[in-house]
């Protein structure tokens, strides 16, 4: 109950910020529309019922996307430096590897960032492998026990 | 002090349209699918972020900055989640990557679409 009330306050929250007008209809408008929508998702059962709260160490992951970020900018920048040079210095490869993260939460954000850093592309994702697409074969070298995995690994709260 | 932002969002913005050339630049010079996706994802890192910024800073301190930041953070979660899907699927319906340094004996040609 209180969780159900909670995200329906979220739902409306989102709709007071995305529609920026404070007029009476409005306002009552977002309110039933929030309340619906939560109705609706119980009926289709689309939000499961063991839903995971999300178990991570925040004060970590406020360290990481800075450092995500940084690392998002460098690698775009040497990839943007191998699209312009004329020769095309690519050599891509498929490499597969062990990640060290232990939850579904940990593994994901691993393979999200892994595909958002552009070079690599997460293809597969399972507990204990992962199967990568890198654009140069330094790069497929570099994603076992990465500073990356690392980094996700201390997410994690086990 | 208005001019400074002014000039500032201007340079983020020819930022982000010069990595979204070159993002479209790649997805016309590389040799096949997978690293297509790759020069893809300049466009939609640096591209894209680099526009973000600098429309935050035109807007200023008001709610369409912070629609802005929500749309940085949708981007953020969505797109590598795509593109995940996306090489994912190419795999298993059986497109083979190239593979190996270009032009080398060790190069593996591209399968067809």
């Known amino acids: 109950m209180i969780r159900t009330l909670a995200s329906a306050?979220?739902?409306?929250?989102?709709?007071l910020l995305l529609s920026g007008m404070f007029v009476p209809f409005l306002l009552a408008a977002g309110f039933c529309c929030a309340i619906a929508i939560k109705l609706f998702s119980r009926r289709l059962n689309a939000i499961a019922e063991e839903t995971e709260v999300l178990e991570l160490n925040w004060v970590k992951l406020v360290a990481y996307y800075p450092w995500l970020i940084k690392e998002t900018v460098l690698a775009a920048w040497d990839v943007s430096k191998r699209i312009l040079n004329p020769r095309l210095p690519i050599s891509p490869a498929l490499v597969?590897?062990?990640?060290?993260?232990?939850?579904?939460?940990?593994?994901?954000?691993?393979?999200n960032s892994i595909t958002l850093t552009p070079g690599t592309i997460s293809v597969e994702v399972e507990h204990g492998r992962f199967l990568?697409?890198?654009?140069?074969e330094e790069g497929a070298l570099s994603l076992a026990g990465s500073e990356m995995d690392r980094r996700c690994a201390e997410l994690e709260v086990v | 002090m208005n001019m400074l932002i002014d000039?500032?969002?201007?340079?983020?913005?020819?930022?982000?349209?010069?990595?979204?050339?070159?993002?479209?630049?790649?997805?016309i010079r590389m040799p096949d699918f997978?690293?297509?996706?790759?020069?893809?994802?300049?466009?939609?890192?640096?591209?894209a972020g680099l526009m973000l910024i600098g429309l935050?800073?035109?807007?200023?301190?008001?709610?369409?900055?912070a629609k802005l930041a929500i749309m940085g953070l949708l981007i953020l979660?969505?797109?590598?989640?795509?593109?995940?899907?996306?090489?994912?699927?190419?795999?298993?319906?059986?497109?083979?990557?190239?593979?190996?340094?270009r032009g080398s004996k060790k190069e593996v040609p591209p399968s067809k679409p």
């Open chain 1, 9 to 15: 306050l979220a739902l409306y929250s989102i709709w």
């Open chain 2, 34 to 47: 997978y690293t297509r996706m790759q020069a893809a994802s300049v466009t939609e890192t640096l591209g």
């Open chain 2, 7 to 27: 000039i500032l969002s201007g340079v983020f913005l020819a930022g982000g349209a010069f990595f979204c050339l070159v993002g479209s630049i790649g997805l």
């Open chain 1, 96 to 111: 597969e590897f062990a990640p060290s993260q232990k939850t579904d939460l940990g593994l994901v954000i691993h393979a």
């Open chain 2, 77 to 101: 979660l969505a797109s590598p989640t795509s593109s995940h899907a996306l090489a994912k699927a190419a795999l298993m319906s059986g497109l083979k990557p190239l593979l190996g340094p």
């Open chain 1, 132 to 136: 990568v697409h890198a654009l140069t």
């Open chain 2, 56 to 65: 935050i800073l035109h807007a200023g301190l008001t709610l369409v900055a």
